[in-house]
């Protein structure tokens, strides 16, 4: 077995079950942002309102508010979901490609660029009038997408084949988040492969990394 493999049964196996109540609350969390997510290819973010929301996703008006508080909540709360989806979108990559620093940074840089040009709430945030709230979640209210991406991503190389030693890792985990937040407010560029630039500056630096951690192998 792989050290991959092995790192993410042992995860697996010391995960402990998660309580009804908590599962209940994700459920509902997400069936209220993919109606938002629906309701967002047809209607600008500055036109949509709680109700909006509520009915897009079968729910009432005073669950959205229950569960989110204002608008600004359910953005933020629609935000770090897409961060999450793209720390799923470097995992995926990183674990597809091993020992392929280079490849996997570039893969993963370039699905994270397709999901985003993609999503409604940015193309809202670029299109139409301007939106300062949207702009803020990525400037200077990212504060919790930072961290929770950071997070994650540090974890990945800790734990992965690359093996980074946990000081490297967070350096370069806030390093790769930063920079792929700076794209969202300004997409990359059509004459470029700003994927495949981002690999090759950040490539070396996780090589020089690599197998700087514990070993994730028993053996």
């Known amino acids: ?29 997400n069936s209220v942002l993919d109606g938002m997510r629906e309701l967002l290819r047809s209607k600008d ?10 009915a897009a996703a079968g729910v009432s008006r005073q669950t959205v508010y229950n569960e989110f508080r204002s608008r600004q909540g359910l953005a933020t709360a629609y935000a770090l979901r897409l961060t999450d989806e793209f720390v799923d979108l470097i995992s995926e990559a990183v674990l597809a490609h091993e020992g392929q620093v280079k490849t996997a940074l570039a ?9 985003a040009a993609t999503d ?10 301007a939106k300062p709230d949207l702009l803020r979640l990525i400037t200077t209210d990212a504060g919790p997408l930072i961290d929770q991406a950071s997070h994650r991503i540090s974890e990945l190389l ?17 390093a790769v988040v930063r920079m792929a937040l700076s794209y969202v407010s300004m997409p990359p560029e059509a004459d470029r492969d700003v994927a495949d630039d981002l690999a090759e500056i950040f490539a070396p630096v996780v090589d020089a990394a690599a197998g700087g951690g514990p070993s994730t192998s028993t053996g």
């Open 107 to 115: 893969e993963g840089f370039s699905d994270f660029f397709a999901s």
């Open 120 to 129: 409604p709430l940015i193309q809202s945030l670029l299109t139409g009038q």
């Open 45 to 54: 973010w500055s036109a949509v309102t709680m109700a909006d929301v509520a």
């Open 158 to 174: 800790q734990h992965s084949w690359v093996r980074a030693d946990e000081t490297a890792a967070v350096r370069i985990a806030r």
């Open 1 to 29: 077995m792989s050290e991959v493999s092995e790192s993410a049964s042992a995860i697996a196996e010391s995960a402990a079950p998660i309580p009804f109540a908590q599962v209940s609350k994700r459920l509902l969390r």
